[in-house]
């Protein structure tokens, strides 16, 4: 059974940076697809980023390009999201997903098998 465990969340001021680290454990972590979504108070959990399983492609929503990068250390079984200049609007529980590799879509959550319990990031404005 895989398990996720996010960190790095935390008060931020806008403009600001944040990165956010997920250790997995349990499973081939080198062979899964990995991903970031997040949700917001009485809002639906959105897609953010998400990364192969050779590293090789990843994916951003657009509302944090150019802002957020994902990254993946297999050696360490650990995923990241730097995530820099901030908005109020980055405000959310982060969560931390994984799925045994393959094609097709990757910004879907139900695509994705295992999940952490989240990281709560809040910016203020």
């Known amino acids: 059974q895989v398990q996720l465990v996010e960190s790095g969340g935390g008060l931020a001021q806008a403009g600001g940076s944040l990165r956010l680290s997920c250790a997995a454990s349990g499973g081939p972590f080198s062979t899964y697809d990995m991903g970031w979504f997040r949700q917001a108070p009485e809002k639906e959990r959105e897609f953010v980023a998400a990364i192969t399983w050779s590293g090789g492609r990843t994916r951003l929503a657009d509302s944090v390009k150019g802002r957020f990068t994902i990254s993946r250390e297999d050696a360490k079984n650990m995923q990241y999201l730097q995530m820099n200049s901030l908005n109020a609007e980055d405000t959310a529980v982060y969560y931390c997903?994984?799925?045994?590799?393959?094609?097709?879509?990757?910004?879907?959550?139900?695509?994705?098998?295992?999940w952490g319990r989240g990281t709560q990031v809040y910016v203020s404005s």
């Open positions: 997903a994984a799925r045994p590799r393959q094609y097709g879509s990757n910004w879907e959550p139900y695509k994705y098998d295992y």
